[in-house]
């Protein structure tokens, strides 16, 4: 039976709908192409979230579930406003130790985000122990991972007004922290799943999941 912790898990995600998601993607693949990828690699992050030790797993959602939605995930609708409105919101209906993560790193693996869940750490069973937040920074300059250990007592301009979608993104980010007087601890990082390129990179390094299985079908099919 996995552990219950204190630890709030949070996904924010985009319904997988053609033509609003993963448009980067397209060309190679077509709008339905990338939806199917994008919905890959939502039920993947699902997935892994599902067998993470937690005390709420949250889908954090722009637009309507679907069939990708497996039992045991929360889902709240995200609010209105730019990214950094809606991540900061999203931080906001939390109370103590609380982890984000989003839809385009289907990678993600139990192990790799043990450290931030361990009862050692402030992101765990005990609050006087450990590190303030923890840290995942993407390849192309923004993050895959946000955890603060105490979101309600956060200032309000920890994440409102960090430039999102910019190469700088993960660097301001992580300055706000430590601006902020947090103890900061990084995950490793990861490639996000952005352009055809990122998709076989993130096929080729997680190719058990069903995200890499359906890059190769849909590789397979575009080769004949």
Request: aromatic share 4%; with cysteine.
């Amino acid at each position: 039976m996995t552990k219950v912790t204190s630890t709030t898990l949070l996904v924010i995600a985009k319904e997988p709908v053609p033509g609003r998601v993963k448009t980067r993607l397209t060309p190679p693949f077509s709008p339905a192409e990338a939806a199917l990828l994008a919905e890959a690699a939502l039920t993947d992050t699902l997935r892994t979230v599902l067998t993470l030790p937690a005390r709420r797993r949250v889908l954090v959602l722009e637009g309507r579930p679907g069939r990708w939605l497996p039992p045991g995930i929360e889902v709240v609708p995200q609010c209105a406003g730019g990214l950094d409105e809606r991540l900061a919101a999203a931080f906001e209906s939390c109370t103590g130790p609380t982890l984000l993560v989003g839809m385009d790193t289907p990678q993600i693996t139990p192990a790799l985000l043990a450290p931030a869940l361990d009862p050692a750490a402030r992101l765990g069973d005990d609050a006087r122990l450990g590190d303030d937040a923890w840290f995942g920074p993407a390849d192309d300059g923004g993050f895959w991972a946000l955890g603060l250990a105490a979101p309600e007592s956060a200032p309000p301009d920890l994440i409102r007004g960090v430039p999102m979608s910019v190469p700088e993104t993960g660097a301001v980010q992580r300055r706000r922290l430590v601006d902020a007087g947090l103890t900061v601890r990084d995950l490793p990082p990861l490639r996000d799943v952005d352009s055809a390129a990122d998709a076989e990179y993130v096929a080729s390094a997680a190719p058990d999941g069903l995200f890499a299985a359906t890059f190769r079908r849909l590789t397979e099919v575009g080769a004949r």
